[in-house]
């Protein structure tokens, strides 16, 4: 029988049951998407029988929305779970072939029903193995736009970037790091002045579609967050991103 082709995006959601409400608007937006080469991958820690039900209703009409679990850890705290969700990550990343790969959490809103094409577009014309896009949050007085240069932690999210397959294979999410900066340590790792790419669009909010504390709000609350990493020599590869891309843009005009 002859090998298919892999779906172009391979979209990586944690879930746990407390989610199923918000999971069902990603899902609805997620099937709204005018490029439909994807899949939908949505992993567990262990059983989530109710998103498990949700899921399997879902997947008999369309398979690309897919339910998977890990062996369960205990995750009695915070701490716990944000490891965890790292390994979860990892498991989808190294076990679902893709041509690239983005992390959607369960309560983030799609905002752009074109956002996967702009993505495929990109790849096809740009070239490079990292895309950023800009992610929207509810800061206390305005709506604040990620990421924010220079990139350190807090000035971007998880979801502002995919990435392709050959960096799946050659990188792990951190799972050994204690506190809330994985998403920016992920991004470091894999982000350089010459394979990453600006596009010039938002793409989502992130909480947007909040039903349950998010784990770094219940991190806080359990104990002193350590102070955010120096950006390092990433803030000025940052820089060099941003203003390679207003020059292609100002070419463009």
């Not at 799609?110 to 956002?115: F, M, R, T, W």
């Not at 784990?215 to 967050?225: A, H, M, N």
């Amino acid at each position: 029988m002859p090998k298919t082709d892999p779906p172009f995006l391979c979209l990586i959601t944690p879930v746990f049951d407390p989610a199923l409400e918000s999971l069902t608007k990603l899902v609805a937006a997620v099937k709204k998407q005018t490029l439909g080469d994807f899949i939908h991958v949505m992993v567990s820690n262990g059983p989530s029988p109710a998103i498990k039900g949700f899921i399997a209703n879902i997947a008999r009409d369309d398979p690309r929305f897919i339910y998977d679990e890990i062996e369960e850890e205990p995750t009695g705290d915070s701490i716990a779970i944000l490891l965890n969700l790292g390994k979860r990550r990892n498991y989808a990343m190294k076990n679902y072939e893709a041509v690239r790969y983005l992390f959607l959490d369960s309560d983030l809103k799609i905002l752009d029903n074109d956002y996967f094409r702009k993505l495929h577009l990109a790849h096809a014309e740009i070239k490079r193995d990292v895309f950023v896009t800009q992610v929207q949050y509810a800061g206390r007085s305005k709506m604040v736009t990620l990421p924010i240069f220079p990139i350190q932690h807090s000035r971007l999210d998880i979801a502002n970037y995919c990435f392709t397959r050959a960096i799946a294979e050659t990188y792990n999410y951190p799972t050994d790091y204690i506190g809330v900066f994985n998403d920016y340590r992920f991004f470091s790792m894999i982000a350089t002045e010459h394979n990453t790419a600006i596009l010039d669009f938002v793409s989502a909010e992130r909480d947007g579609n909040a039903s349950h504390t998010r784990l770094s709000e219940s991190y806080r609350e359990e104990r002193k967050e350590p102070p955010p990493p120096r950006a390092g020599a990433l803030t000025i590869l940052t820089r060099h991103i941003h203003a390679a891309f207003l020059e292609i843009r100002n070419r463009e005009k």
